[in-house]
């Protein structure tokens, strides 16, 4: 079953929306079933100031979306490129073993994101 902070992730998401003129943009899918998301981020001074996700996909990929952007928030890139999928799922308290698959996304999407930023930096 989904513990308490899965359900308090899902039913009342944090971060959701979209960065306007983020610098740093990240999309996931998830190949097992087709769910996307997609996180954008405001990066200054090598810290994450803001953070925003939209994810197309399921409970749990929601509940794992929401609880990477609290996460990340005020952290510089190197800690939030730490962060793994099973760092998600074990805050949010784990995940049922068949759901597993649903954190992917999470930590994925903030990593291409933070890739994106670099990247685009280092072609100034
Ligand atoms: Fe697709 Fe969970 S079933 S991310």
Known sequence: MYSEKVIDH???PRNVGEIENANG????GNAKCGDIMRITL???DNIIK?????TFGCGAAVATS???TEMVKGKTLEEAMEISNA???????GLPQ???HCSNLAADAVHAAIKD?????TKV
């Open 42 to 44: 405001d990066i200054e």
């Open 25 to 28: 943009i990240g999309q996931v």
């Open 87 to 93: 760092t998600v799922a074990e805050a949010l308290g």
């Open 10 to 12: 899902f039913t009342n």
């Open 66 to 68: 929401s609880m990477v």
């Open 117 to 121: 930023y670099l990247d685009k930096k």
């Open 50 to 54: 803001d953070v925003k996700f939209k």
């Open 98 to 100: 068949t759901k597993m």
